[in-house]
């Protein structure tokens, strides 16, 4: 059944960011709106503003959903997730590559079963909006299914994604291969059938270099070369001993981030996910290319991998844009509240801290600016579309009872709820104007 999106208004108030804040207390980086309205008519966002003036002007009988003590801001947006791993989050005790051979390889093999793919499909989008998450950058398993089976259940609710199967044609188990040539045939036709069609767009996506020869990343180039606009998402620099073998399967590269340059993987549409380890040229490489850094941390400490060093990518000499994201089943949470939570103790173990304006900017707006789509996503304004998340900072008892302290100030608010929040703290999420998660 098609999606119909939504003309209808959300009361409450708002808070949407302009710019990345310079740090704590930026005022000017935001717009908060103590008792705002946000009008939507068919899906996108016609209008924001004071309650006061808006409401007059409404049509006769518009519905307004009212939450006079919660926090409205655009949906959240993940920007690296792993769709076939929602059955290999928790899985014990190892590091990235005895993790990938004793769950995550066994697991994505179920992929191959189209049923599977479909009912897993749903199941992740549902969690991303009990989430709060409205937008999503995902890593289909090596069968084209699974990405086919997630891009017609998101484009079935309205939900717009950034997907790509997985090429990997070595140093994988038999079923999950694929070859140099079928990974580009499948993967051009995934663009053809996908990208660009209705809210859905496709990412390019070598799983790591270790997984691919280096026939593979060709045609991962030749890929990009060919769909101007279609995205490249990859894993880079998150464990030791993945940074050893690429050494040695790719002795001709300079260092990790070479490997993926040498086939024209980088640029402003290509994502890595992680970044721990870089050396200073893969960092200035990184921003010669514009490309962008994906910050994991719930991954990065649940897998150990380490700790990302954000002041060393925004060095203001060589910044190197950044994305904020779960990478669930590798990362613990689908929620981006916590995961900003376990980002500043990263950052903090780091002796950087991150201000909770600055973790807010990047859940929603800056990881919009990652992926070049401000003018769709990642703020509450005219001419986007209506994808929201209303936050309750009172959740629970614990964050009810902290916030009785902090009397309104907002960034204290936001800090409450990325230090204390989770899917609990989110009451409301809407798609093009369409609530699809209503917590209470
Ligand atoms: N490196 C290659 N594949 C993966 C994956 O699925 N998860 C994580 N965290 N790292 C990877
Ligand atoms: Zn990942």
Not at 136 to 146: I, T
Not at 227 to 243: A, C, D, F, R
């Amino acid at each position: 059944m098609a999606f119909t999106p939504g003309t209808t208004a959300l009361r409450g108030r708002l808070l949407t960011f302009l710019r990345a804040p310079q740090g704590p207390g930026d005022r000017d980086s935001y717009h908060h709106i103590a008792d705002g309205l946000v009008v939507v008519t068919a899906g996108r966002i016609t209008a924001v503003g004071e309650a006061a003036d808006l409401l007059p002007t409404l049509p006769a009988g518009m519905a307004v959903d009212h939450y006079p003590d919660s926090l409205i801001l655009p949906g959240f947006i993940d920007t690296h997730i792993h769709f076939p791993q929602t059955q290999v989050i928790a899985s014990y005790g190892a590091q990235l590559m005895e993790w990938l051979e004793k769950y995550t390889f066994i697991e994505e093999q179920r992929y191959a079963d189209h049923a599977h793919a479909s009912r897993n499909a749903r199941f992740f989008l549902d969690e991303l909006a009990r989430n709060g998450t409205t937008s999503a950058v995902v890593y289909g398993s090596v069968h084209p299914g699974s990405v086919k089976a997630l891009f017609t259940e998101a484009e079935a609710r309205g939900v717009g994604l950034v997907a790509g199967k997985v090429m990997m044609d070595r140093h994988a188990p038999t079923a999950l291969t694929d070859t140099a040539q079928t990974s580009y045939d499948h993967s051009k036709a995934l663009i053809g059938a996908w990208h660009g069609v209705g809210r859905q767009r496709y990412a390019v996506t070598p799983r790591f270099a270790i997984t691919s020869t280096p026939e593979q990343l060709e045609a991962a180039g030749a890929l990009l070369r060919e769909h101007p606009g279609v995205y490249m998402q990859t894993h880079l620099s998150e464990n030791h001993e993945e940074i050893r073998q690429v050494a040695r399967l790719y002795p001709e590269a300079a260092d990790y981030l070479d490997v993926y340059d040498r086939y024209g993987l980088l640029g402003d549409c290509s994502l890595f996910g992680h970044c721990i380890h870089l050396s200073e040229r893969e960092m200035a490489r990184m921003h010669e290319t514009a490309s962008v850094a994906v910050f994991c941390p719930t991954s990065n400490l649940f897998i150990g991998s380490g700790l990302f060093d954000r002041a060393a990518l925004e060095n203001p000499v060589r910044p190197v844009r950044l994305g904020l994201a779960t990478d669930v089943g590798g990362g613990t949470s689908y929620s981006l509240l916590r995961t900003a939570g376990e980002g500043y103790k990263v950052l903090q173990l780091r002796g950087q801290s991150w201000p909770a304006l600055a973790a807010f900017d990047l859940m929603t707006r800056g990881n919009a600016a990652a992926l070049g789509l401000t003018e769709e996503i990642g703020q509450i304004a005219p001419g986007r579309y209506a994808d929201l998340v209303v936050l309750d900072p009172s959740a629970t008892p614990a964050m009810a009872h902290r916030r009785e302290a902090i009397q309104g100030d907002v960034e204290e608010e936001l800090f409450l709820l990325m230090t204390l929040g989770d899917d609990r703290a989110v009451q409301a999420t809407y798609i093009q104007g369409r609530r699809v998660h209503d917590r209470d």
